[in-house]
């Protein structure tokens, strides 16, 4: 700056010499040329002048960018959740106003993306929670989100989203199994909230989870509705196939409403009700046979609930001639029987395997006491012999389950159970000791039987008898039966305590 300004002197006093030279020539007189040097005096100092006050309006231009940016940076980084901006103070002006001004600029870019990923993000979350029925996510729509608020935004609307499509295909299951439950009933959609669900877009029903659990409050409603359908017309069917039985309808009348004796409709309801009405008006007009057919279906349940002599005679009207006023009691009377047998019918079918257990066990033992069984071809003594062992084992086991099960039964009903009058664990040990009776006695007979033929053997002497094997022509074997004669003569000798002399080799 000193060599510039010395060469500026340089020059202004050259131009002034200069300037004086020509004045001199001109002829100007001293006192103007005065004049004109401190014109041009004048002249050079406005022109400094202005350009220190042009200078002086940049600085504090400069000056004044930089205040704002400053400010405007402060108020970004607290807008934006960022640490404040760290200034170079060793740069100059015009570089640091620059960098201030570059500095904003960035910032106001990465405020306009956040306002904008704000906007986005609270347009789907208001659709979402309309269509949801949810409350929006609390977020200030003025003010800009920090970096963590818009990722808490995004994995919000992420579950919204997630939330809405399974309350969709839940939406959508239900939907289906609804108008379903409704074909199967005949029915159409009464209220509003049904005529939306079954007749309205899937898209705009609001899928508030108030209105999936009506939604499923509705569905239960109709499944219990059709399975009350389904449970009356079972009744009815019941019904219907015991009259038929009863009344000797013929097939043709049958086959009229087969249709209706699968399905459980409502149209089938009614068809099933007025079968049941019909037949109903034709039983009390039959009402002697019907009678009589009920009470054949009473003597079976008495036979399959093991009822004894005197219970059978506890229900009077099954001997009473009159059939009028006896129907109503015989129906009353089949209905409990038929109750009591299916709320004990383990029981009753274990009791009934164990009297088919036992007789084939019987059977077997009879048939283990025929001789001529050996001679049976075909594997039959071999079957035979394994059913009894396995029966041997079985019945030990199924005593001990019935066993445990009658002691709770009789808990519950606080009563013993019979059979046909008699308890049944005392039933099947008396059967046990009848078999073992019987054993004893077949084992004293075949003693008896044994001793008496040694008596006359004694006498008569041993005689062999082979039943179980076939005799051929010209195979018997004299050497064998005097050997087995022998044998039975010295048995003989024995027992009587002698001694005998006799040389069973030599020919007298």
Known sequence: IEVIAAESVACLNKALCHLKDIWEEIGIPEDQRLERTNVVKNHVKSLLDMMIVEEESLRKRLMTSIEKCQKELSNLCLELQLPPFQEDRSSTMLQQEK???????VMLKEKNQRMQALKALTEQDQDLCDLLCLQPFSISASSVPSLEQLEKFRQHISSLTAEKERRHNEFVTLKKQIIFCMG???QLPETSFEKDVVCEDEENFCLSKENIDSLKVLLHQLESRKTENERVCGSYREKIHELWERLQIPQEERDAICEHITLSKKRNLQALQAEVKRLEELKFKNIQNVTEAIRNEIAVFWDKCFYSSDQRQTFVPFYDGEYEELLSLHDAEIVRLKQYYEDHKDLFEGVHKWEESWRLFLELEEKAK???????????LLKEEKQRADLVKSLPKLEKKLKAEIEQWEHEQNREFQVNGQKFMQFVTDQWESYRLEKEREKQE?????????????VYGTVIRTPTKRRFLGSTTPCKARKASTKGFYFLMKTAGLKSTWNPRSPF
């Open 184 to 186: 199967d009933l005949d």
């Open 99 to 105: 960098d201030l001004r570059m500095h904003v600029e």
């Open 446 to 458: 075949r003693q008896l039987k044994k001793s008496k033929q040694t008596e006359v053997d004694m």
């Open 370 to 380: 025929d001789p001529s069984r050996f001679t049976n071809r075909g594997g039959n």
